[in-house]
C-alpha cells in the first residue's frame, strides 16, 4: 500500500519561505510522477507543481512559477516543494500526490492515484 506523508508547513509572514516535504512509502517512488496540490478555504482543490519520476521534467502552475520549485530525491522516496516570496493567497492546505503516469506530467488531479493528507501552510500580511 502506498502511502505519502507531508510536513513542513506552518504560519508565516508575507515575502517568508518554507520547505514542504512528502516522504512516500510503498511502491517504486523512482516511478511516480510526484504533484503538489492545495485547497484554500471554499476553494477547489488546485495543482500547483509536479516532477518527473526522474526529476528530468517539471512542471509549474502560473501563479507560482519563479517562487516555487519542486524537487524530488529518489534515494530518500522525498518530495520537496520549496515554497518562497509567499503571499498571503499562497495560503491553503498542500497536498502531495503520486501518480502512475510516467510519460508526461500530468497537472489534472484525476491523473493522481495516491494521495497524502496535507500540511497547512498559512501566510499573514
Known amino acids: 500500500q502506498v502511502q505519502l506523508v507531508e510536513s513542513g508547513g506552518g504560519v508565516v509572514q508575507a515575502g517568508g519561505s518554507l520547505r514542504l516535504s512528502c516522504v512516500v512509502s510503498?511502491?517504486?517512488?523512482?516511478?511516480?510522477?510526484m504533484g503538489w496540490f492545495r485547497q484554500a478555504p471554499g476553494k477547489e482543490r488546485e495543482f500547483v507543481a509536479a516532477?518527473?519520476?526522474?526529476?528530468?521534467?517539471?512542471r509549474y502552475v502560473d501563479s507560482v512559477k519563479g517562487r516555487f520549485t519542486i524537487s524530488r530525491d529518489n534515494a530518500k522516496n522525498t518530495v520537496y516543494v520549496h515554497v518562497n516570496i509567499l503571499k498571503p493567497e499562497d495560503t491553503a492546505v498542500y497536498f502531495c500526490?503520486?501518480?502512475?503516469?510516467?510519460?508526461?506530467?500530468?497537472?489534472?488531479?484525476?491523473?493522481?492515484?495516491?494521495w497524502g493528507q496535507g500540511t497547512q501552510v498559512t501566510v499573514s500580511s
Open positions: 510503498g511502491g517504486t517512488f523512482s516511478s511516480y510522477t
Open positions: 500526490a503520486a501518480s502512475k503516469y510516467n510519460s508526461y506530467v500530468p497537472n489534472r488531479i484525476i491523473s493522481y492515484d495516491y
Open positions: 516532477i518527473s519520476g526522474t526529476g528530468g521534467g517539471t
